[in-house]
Nanobody
């Protein structure tokens, strides 16, 4: 059974930075793509970033391009999301997810394992 545990969320001023981490267990980590999604109250879950099994291919949602960076450490079974220049509209619960495939995927339907989420709050 796959377990994904996020950490690193919190309260930050607009323009600040946070680094989210996700520790994975229960499946051979380096065979699967990973992603970050977020969901704000009353909103649909939104794609943020994804990375392929080897870390060589990444995709980002349009609203975070140039500010967020996804990375992974296959030795430690971890994936990260570095978030810079945070804006109030970035506030949400951020979820780590493991893809069904090795590739980087932007569609949440391509993911079959999800973490419990970590709250990010951005003060204006």
């Amino acid at each position: 059974q796959v377990q994904l545990v996020e950490s690193g969320g919190g309260l930050v001023q607009a323009g600040g930075s946070l680094r989210l981490s996700c520790a994975a267990s229960g499946r051979t980590f380096n065979r699967y793509g990973m992603g970050w999604f977020r969901q704000a109250p009353g909103m649909e879950r939104e794609f943020v970033a994804t990375i392929n099994w080897s870390g060589t291919i990444t995709y980002y949602g349009d609203s975070v391009k140039g500010r967020f960076t996804i990375s992974r450490d296959n030795e430690k079974n971890m994936v990260f999301l570095q978030m810079n220049d945070l804006k109030p509209e970035n506030a949400a619960v951020y979820y780590c997810a493991m893809s069904k495939w090795a590739l980087a995927r932007t569609d949440s339907a391509e993911y079959d394992s999800w973490g419990q989420g970590t709250q990010v709050t951005v003060l204006s």
